[in-house]
């Protein structure tokens, strides 16, 4: 079975992956600040992590997303400006703590799109396309 973390599931977009990814029946998992905002189907059908992004140790954060076939990230806020870069930068180092070979395959939605990722004004939109997951 296809497992998804996401994290950001109580926002605006994040609501609607954590739906999409129920409808299709796949595992769920979510690490929101305010286990509250969820919807109770989502909260009664998710596995669900309680922490801030901002806040968590980076290995937490790690083991929160290893062992997913996806990542998706919908959290933060690009009018935050240095914070929302400062937030998504957080997740990447996460991410790298997990080894290559076992590390999901990371969407990050909404403005993180927008973020420059290095020296050659490549941004998120640039990379290639991600394989198909059914």
């Known amino acids: 079975m296809t497992s998804i973390a996401v994290l950001g599931a109580t926002g605006q977009l994040g609501s609607h992956v954590t739906r999409q990814v129920l409808d299709r029946?796949?595992?769920?998992?979510?690490?929101?600040?305010?286990?509250?905002?969820?919807?109770?189907?989502?909260?009664?059908?998710?596995?669900?992590?309680?922490?801030?992004?901002?806040?968590?140790?980076?290995?937490?954060?790690?083991?929160?997303?290893?062992?997913?076939?996806?990542?998706?990230?919908?959290?933060?806020?690009?009018?935050?400006?240095?914070?929302?870069?400062?937030?998504?930068?957080?997740?990447?180092?996460?991410?790298?703590?997990?080894?290559?070979?076992?590390?999901p395959v990371c969407w990050f939605l909404g403005g993180a799109a927008l973020l420059g990722l290095d020296t050659r004004g490549r941004r998120g939109v640039d990379l290639p396309k991600i394989r198909h997951m059914s």
Not at 34 to 40: C, D, H, I, R, V
Not at 84 to 97: G, P
């Open 25 to 103: 029946g796949w595992e769920l998992s979510v690490a929101v600040r305010s286990p509250n905002k969820l919807s109770e189907d989502v909260a009664g059908r998710a596995r669900v992590i309680s922490f801030d992004l901002d806040a968590v140790p980076l290995d937490e954060l790690a083991r929160f997303v290893h062992g997913h076939d996806a990542l998706v990230c919908c959290a933060g806020y690009v009018t935050q400006g240095q914070g929302f870069v400062a937030l998504i930068d957080r997740v990447v180092s996460a991410i790298e703590f997990i080894p290559a070979h076992a590390r």
